[in-house]
């Protein structure tokens, strides 16, 4: 009897725990984790989704939304699966890494009633970030791209010329020292260097932007340091997102940084009278890609996905650009007719962007770049093993940032606090001599 009324108890148990497990799994199919970069969605629409899925599938759903600053911080968490994120937003050399590592999952793209956005998604992205595609796994399948644009040069008109910033020898220039702000990134800083470094091979053709930003052996990685420790005595920091305030304040004149973050303090700027500019120099820089992702431990794939096609409706597109200042990947007639500016005096070829027929365009071209300056750019893979040494490399040019002014008052504060500290002891020596001999004295 007691062993039986002990079986009895177990498959209670049991059924408890699975009705726990039952129940958590309910709930948990009404939540919508997302893990994105800060500033970089309209939040208004976190909270109108639910409506509309609502809409589409009669379901409910909540949305925990969370940010990361830095890629290799989201990448941790979900390498390591102690989060169950339904939605990343991670760029391109992560997802590249994710890709090989096997970290995503597909996008499902079974949405019933409701119209495929995906493929609002502009041919030339996608063709882009298929370039990351691994055996068996094509990235479009993974991914969908999101905002996009270049590394480049945020200068003050009153104090750079256009024809300065066309090449990067502006950042060696001892003329700018300490007028200098450069993005704490670097793989952008990485890129910089090393076309510079080879600017004439690159005048002859003989070498491309791309072959050269995706070097990464011993003597490319030498050639970086070397480039980037001789403009380091003209940089007054290294930034994450101070530049756009700096430059509107007139505190620095030339800031690398992104073609969105250059919008923003272009717009802000012109508000309190100081005029800003923005160019891609003429040897070529980086271009990147930011897209959407399910990772491996997602525990709601329908609603990601459903997020994922609102995201692609022209009018959600619209109001992201709105809200971050970068340029979504989606390019609709919608897009393009709400972006066209007639006061923008220079025309662009955006054939490549929005389709043929679009080659002389009306729109900012720091959001929008015209086709020369989109071939003049490349995409820098995922590092892959040779990170690390980058890495290294990147920690030796900001770590040895003190210039050598600095370093001698340092050594000289030291050596005098060494002298103070020798003169007290020397002194306490004789101190005690002289008791010892009083007293033996007395």
Same mark, same amino acid.
């Given at each position: 009897?007691?062993?039986?009324?002990?079986?009895?108890?177990?498959?209670?148990?049991?059924?408890?725990?699975?009705?726990?497990?039952?129940?958590?799994?309910?709930?948990?199919?009404?939540?919508?984790?997302?893990?994105?970069?800060?500033?970089?969605?309209?939040?208004?629409?976190?909270?109108?989704?639910?409506?509309?899925?609502?809409?589409?599938?009669?379901?409910?759903?909540?949305?925990?939304?969370?940010?990361?600053?830095?890629?290799?911080?989201?990448?941790?968490?979900?390498?390591?699966?102690?989060?169950?994120?339904?939605?990343?937003?991670?760029?391109?050399?992560?997802?590249?890494?994710?890709?090989?590592?096997?970290?995503?999952?597909?996008?499902?793209?079974?949405?019933?009633?409701?119209?495929?956005?995906?493929?609002?998604?502009?041919?030339?992205?996608?063709?882009?970030?298929?370039?990351?595609?691994?055996?068996?796994?094509?990235?479009?399948?993974?991914?969908?791209?999101?905002?996009?644009?270049?590394?480049?040069?945020?200068?003050?008109?009153?104090?750079?010329?256009?024809?300065?910033?066309?090449?990067?020898?502006?950042?060696?220039?001892?003329?700018?020292?300490?007028?200098?702000?450069?993005?704490? +990134? @670097?793989?952008?800083? *990485?890129?910089?260097?090393?076309?510079? &470094?080879?600017?004439?091979?690159? $005048?002859? /053709?003989? #070498?491309?932007?791309?072959?050269?930003?995706?070097?990464?052996?011993?003597?490319?990685?030498?050639?970086?340091?070397?480039?980037?420790?001789?403009?380091?005595?003209?940089?007054?920091?290294?930034?994450?997102?101070?530049?756009?305030?700096?430059?509107?304040?007139?505190?620095?004149?030339?800031?690398?940084?992104?073609?969105?973050?250059?919008?923003?303090?272009?717009?802000?700027?012109?508000?309190?009278?100081?005029?800003?500019?923005?160019?891609?120099?003429?040897?070529?820089?980086?271009?990147?890609?930011?897209?959407?992702?399910?990772?491996?431990?997602?525990?709601?794939?329908?609603?990601? +996905? @459903?997020?994922?096609? *609102?995201?692609?409706?022209?009018?959600? &597109?619209?109001?992201?650009?709105? $809200?971050? /200042?970068? #340029?979504?990947?989606?390019?609709?007639?919608?897009?393009?007719?709400?972006?066209?500016?007639?006061?923008?005096?220079?025309?662009?070829?955006?054939?490549?962007?929005?389709?043929?027929?679009?080659?002389?365009?009306?729109?900012?071209?720091?959001?929008?770049?015209?086709?020369?300056?989109?071939?003049?750019?490349?995409?820098?893979?995922?590092?892959?093993?040779?990170?690390?040494?980058?890495?290294?490399?990147?920690?030796?040019?900001?770590?040895?940032?003190?210039?050598?002014?600095?370093?001698?008052?340092?050594?000289?504060?030291?050596?005098?606090?060494?002298?103070?500290?020798?003169?007290?002891?020397?002194?306490?020596?004789?101190?005690?001599?002289?008791?010892?001999?009083?007293?033996?004295?007395?």
């Amino acid at each position: 009897m007691n062993r039986l009324i002990k079986i009895i108890c177990v498959l209670v148990a049991c059924l408890g725990v699975l009705s726990s497990c039952a129940r958590t799994e309910k709930e948990r199919s009404k939540i919508l984790k997302i893990y994105n970069w800060a500033d970089y969605i309209d939040e208004d629409i976190l909270d109108e989704f639910p409506v509309w899925y609502k809409e589409q599938t009669g379901e409910d759903i909540r949305i925990i939304y969370q940010v990361f600053d830095i890629n290799e911080i989201m990448l941790t968490k979900i390498e390591r699966g102690h989060e169950d994120f339904d939605l990343i937003c991670p760029s391109e050399y992560i997802i590249e890494r994710m890709l090989k590592k096997g970290l995503l999952l597909p996008i499902d793209r079974n949405f019933g009633k409701t119209p495929d956005y995906l493929d609002n998604i502009s041919p030339y992205i996608q063709e882009q970030l298929n370039k990351l595609s691994q055996p068996g796994m094509k990235t479009t399948d993974y991914v969908v791209p999101y905002m996009w644009g270049t590394a480049g040069l945020l200068y003050n008109k009153k104090f750079v010329s256009k024809d300065e910033v066309m090449t990067w020898d502006c950042l060696w220039n001892p003329r700018y020292k300490n007028k200098i702000l450069m993005k704490d +990134s @670097y793989r952008d800083a *990485y890129g910089t260097a090393i076309i510079y &470094a080879h600017a004439k091979e690159l $005048a002859d /053709g003989t #070498v491309t932007v791309e072959q050269l930003m995706n070097d990464n052996s011993p003597e490319a990685i030498a050639i970086a340091e070397d480039y980037l420790k001789r403009m380091k005595p003209n940089i007054a920091g290294w930034e994450a997102d101070f530049g756009k305030e700096m430059m509107t304040k007139n505190k620095a004149w030339l800031n690398l940084t992104w073609s969105g973050d250059a919008v923003w303090a272009m717009e802000e700027a012109d508000a309190v009278g100081v005029e800003l500019g923005y160019e891609v120099p003429l040897e070529g820089s980086n271009i990147w890609y930011d897209g959407w992702a399910i990772p491996k431990y997602a525990r709601n794939v329908k609603a990601a +996905s @459903y997020f994922l096609d *609102y995201l692609c409706r022209a009018d959600i &597109a619209l109001r992201n650009m709105d $809200a971050n /200042g970068y #340029v979504s990947a989606v390019a609709t007639p919608e897009i393009l007719e709400a972006k066209i500016d007639t006061t923008v005096e220079e025309f662009s070829n955006l054939s490549y962007f929005f389709g043929p027929g679009n080659d002389s365009i009306q729109i900012n071209p720091v959001q929008y770049p015209d086709h020369k300056v989109v071939e003049r750019c490349a995409m820098i893979r995922d590092f892959g093993d040779e990170t690390e040494l980058v890495l290294e490399m990147w920690s030796r040019v900001k770590g040895d940032n003190l210039n050598t002014g600095i370093v001698l008052l340092i050594f000289a504060v030291f050596g005098l606090l060494l002298v103070w500290v020798l003169y007290r002891r020397i002194r306490e020596y004789k101190q005690k001599k002289r008791y010892h001999r009083r007293r033996r004295r007395w």
